[in-house]
């Protein structure tokens, strides 16, 4: 097998779900008892947020436990949007987010929100220009993709984030899903608010995910109750989750550390191989993340060749995850003015750090064969 479908999901750590077993067996009490198993359990879930905020170089008090990137999406825009519509009730994004990003906008339009959704380019980059030109008086959160789950293509955060720290009443949020581990980052040198992660896309394990809050920031919560992560997740906290993902987190940065090149190898051989194939269009941009190749195989049905590879023990995707078996055309494509018979073919090769240019081999000569045949099985 060779699973080239790492967007959607990887592959936990052995380490990881070692980590998980051994905390919920052994640390099972609930930290907000007070006896000495809930106190226990206690002190690993602290030492798991003091170890991520040390990863990312922010506070401690800076990092809250959530079920994933959905989860923490929501609680950033709802969170901010609903604590200061007082102040304002505009919102910018961008026209390519993630559904978990572009369904709570559609329901904070609905609580009388006004959202600007830009455009993006043939690449599928947001302009910053755009963005300034597009803030008004009652805008108070902006909110964009760090790199798109569907072509890899690298927004320019640090950017936007100079913009608005000029702007101290704008929230910035940042769904760093499929970024985290792959491109550099610095929350603080980029003016982010709030970044959005989920550990299973780093080797962690479904069910996971981190929300970075800046300190001072005044989330309203989504869910009532006991008041745990400082009042703004309530609910007994996944302890073994939170260690997992302290260890899935460094884990994959010290890859992205000792690995990178790898990746940049594994992908430059996988460019060359689909731009040499006959009617095979490369939409990634050269300067995406290495991890994410998308590409149009024109005339062939998505669902036809992802089941054909399938049989020959090749696994990739066709749009994200999320919307894959909905066989809806990429947004994300038409956006950046790709015709619709060609997006429609599209198709996500994404990486991960553990696949060996042996195995990529392997799988783009399966990849060119497969495509021939089912042309010439079309053409019959």
């Known amino acids: 097998m060779i699973y080239l479908d790492n967007s959607a999901t990887t592959k936990p750590f052995p380490e990881v779900i070692e980590s998980y077993t051994a905390v919920a067996a052994n640390y099972f009490g609930n930290p907000s008892s007070l006896h000495r198993i809930g106190m226990e359990a206690e002190k690993l879930l602290i030492q798991a947020r003091a170890q991520i905020a040390a990863l990312l170089d922010v506070k401690e008090s800076e990092i809250y436990f959530t079920s994933g990137g959905t989860e923490g999406n929501n609680m950033a825009l709802k969170g901010i949007s609903r604590r200061f519509k007082s102040r304002g009730q505009h919102i910018i994004t961008t026209s390519i987010e993630h559904d978990s990003i572009m369904k709570v906008m559609e329901q904070l339009e609905q609580d009388c929100f006004s959202v600007t959704y830009l455009p993006v380019n043939e690449d599928g980059i947001v302009s910053v220009e755009d963005i300034k030109k597009h803030i008004q008086s009652d805008t108070i959160l902006v909110s964009i993709m760090h790199v798109n789950n569907e072509t890899g293509a690298i927004q320019p955060i640090e950017a936007i984030g100079k913009l608005l720290n000029e702007y101290p009443k ?44 800046k300190d001072g920031i005044n989330i309203s919560p989504l869910l009532a109750g006991g008041g745990q992560e400082r009042n703004v997740r309530s609910g007994t906290e996944n302890v073994a989750g939170a260690v997992a993902t302290a260890k899935a987190l460094r884990m994959q940065l010290d890859n992205y550390k000792n690995q990178f090149g790898k990746m940049l190898e594994q992908n430059k051989f996988i460019r060359d191989q689909l731009e040499s194939m ?87 000569s399966v990849l060119k064969e497969t495509i021939n045949w089912l042309r010439g099985v079309m053409n019959r």
Do not use: W
């Open 278 to 364: 006959d009617n095979v269009v490369v939409h990634s941009p050269v300067n995406s993340v290495p991890h994410i190749i998308n590409f149009s195989a024109s005339g062939i049905k998505a669902e036809v060749l992802i089941h054909a590879l399938e049989e020959k023990g090749i696994f990739l995707s066709t749009t994200s995850a999320c919307s894959s078996k909905t066989n809806t055309v990429s947004k994300t494509l038409l956006a950046m003015r790709v015709p619709e018979n060609i997006a429609e073919s599209s198709f996500r090769i994404s990486l991960a750090y553990d696949n060996e240019l042996k195995d990529i081999r392997e799988a783009m």
């Open 170 to 213: 704008i929230y910035f949020h940042v769904d760093g899903v499929q970024a985290i581990g792959k491109t550099p980052l610095s929350l603080e040198d980029y003016h982010i608010d709030l970044y959005t992660m989920s550990a299973h896309k780093f080797h962690g394990l479904k069910g996971n995910g981190i929300l970075f809050a």
